[in-house]
Structures are given as C-alpha cells and as structure tokens.
T-cell receptor, first 112, second 114 residues
Framework: DSGVTQTPKHLITATGQRVTLRCSPR?????VYWYQQSLDQGLQFLIQ???????AKGNILERFSAQQFPDLHSELNLSSLELGDSALYFC???????????FGEGSRLTVL | AQSVTQPDIHITVSEGASLELRCNYS??????LFWYVQSPGQGLQLLLK??????LVQGIKGFEAEFKRSQSSFNLRKPSVHWSDAAEYFC????????????FGKGTMLLVSP
C-alpha cells in the first residue's frame, strides 16, 4: 500500500460527458502528480501541483483541468470526453525533493 | 528534454534464469534514475533508484541496477527470476532539482515461463 488513494477505481461514461477523479496523497506529501497511461502512449505526465499551486504542466489537454485543495487532496476534471480519453489515470505524490513518486492504484476510465 | 528508451517491449525468461532489462536515457546532465514495477491492476511500485554514489544500486525483491554514464544506461538485473516477477517494468528519469516530474519509458513486459 503506497498510501495514495484514488477514487473511483473504475468509471464508465459516454462521449461528451464530464468526470472528476479524486486523489488523496500520502500523509504529509505536498506534491501531487497526475499521469495518464494508455496502450499507445504509455505513461504520460499531465500536471503537477505543489502545496496548492500548479508547478508543472505536461501533455494535458485543454479539456482537462486539475486543482489541489488546502487539505492537499487533488482532483482531475475531464470534460467533453472522447473515446480516446479512455485510459488509466494515476495520481502520485512526493514528499521530498529527490523525485521518488508514490503511486495510487489508478482510476480506469472507459468512454463509450 | 529528457527521454527514456526501453528497447524491449516484451521479454520472456525461464523461471530461475537471469534477467536484464535495458534502459537508455537522454538528459543533459546526470539525472535521478528509477525503476518501477507494475503488476496487473496495480499502481507502480518503486524497485530502486539512483541518486549519486555507488553506480550499482540494490533494490527490493532481489533486483539491482547499474548506472553507466558513458552509455547513458540504467539496466535492471536479477540473477534468478521467480514466477511472481512477471509484470511490467518501467524505467524513469528525473531532473536533479526539487520535486521534478519523472519521464517514463514505455515499459517492458516480463513473462516468466515454467
């Protein structure tokens, strides 16, 4: 158990819809990262937050947004969903500056 | 920009045989290097990491990796593979700065035959 909790574990929705994925980092970790894992693209970095502030942005679509709340949990919002958004979305957290990430078990999104 | 190449998409190894998974990275300086393992339906678990010092690093589950600066490589090894090692393995690189993001390779799926 990494200590990172993601909900929901599975989500099935239709094209055009909007979903929210939630992540609770390890206790005390200030930094949260979101990654998308798909068969063709592998693990792609989406966005990072540190203590409530956006710190780095990767290959995140404009239809996607995220935030980190004062209690340090984070949410990833995916809107106007397309079939190609079907993937496993991972949240990870980090508590020090040496780069080791602790991953949750992921949220599997299926868009029909 | 940093990048990671794992040239082998799949590798099949007999149980008890040795294993080496290849990883090459591209980065302007010496990075932080990691190996993660992902079992089916699970998140990624850290196997080992290299920050500095001894270029041969030991990890969990009997794995080790060697950092070779001249070859920009960080190959993962295990002397004797167990059936429970079947999983997908990811090499990752991070910049030497606080709270940097990690760039992952596309992974190598390890299959273990009896």
């Amino acid at each position: 158990d990494s200590g990172v909790t993601q909900t929901p574990k599975h989500l099935i929705t239709a094209t055009g819809q909007r979903v929210t994925l939630r992540c609770s980092p390890r206790s005390g970790d200030l930094s949260v990262y979101w990654y998308q894992q798909s068969l063709d693209q592998g693990l792609q970095f989406l966005i990072q937050y540190y203590n409530g502030e956006e710190r780095a942005k990767g290959n995140i679509l404009e239809r996607f947004s995220a935030q980190q709340f004062p209690d340090l949990h984070s949410e990833l919002n995916l809107s106007s969903l397309e079939l190609g958004d079907s993937a496993l979305y991972f949240c990870a957290s980090s508590g020090d500056s040496l780069g080791e990430l602790f991953f949750g078990e992921g949220s599997r999104l299926t868009v029909l | 920009a940093q990048s990671v190449t794992q040239p082998d998409i799949h590798i099949t190894v007999s149980e008890g045989a040795s294993l080496e998974l290849r990883c090459n990275y591209s980065y302007g300086a010496t990075p932080y290097l990691f190996w993660y393992v992902q079992s089916p339906g699970q998140g990624l678990q850290l196997l080992l990491k290299y920050f500095s010092g001894d270029t041969l690093v030991q990890g969990i589950k009997g794995f080790e990796a060697e950092f070779k600066r001249s070859q920009s490589s960080f190959n993962l090894r295990k002397p004797s593979v167990h059936w429970s090692d079947a999983a997908e393995y990811f090499c990752a690189v991070g910049a030497r700065k606080g709270y940097s993001t990690l760039t992952f390779g596309k992974g190598t799926m390890l299959l273990v035959s009896p």
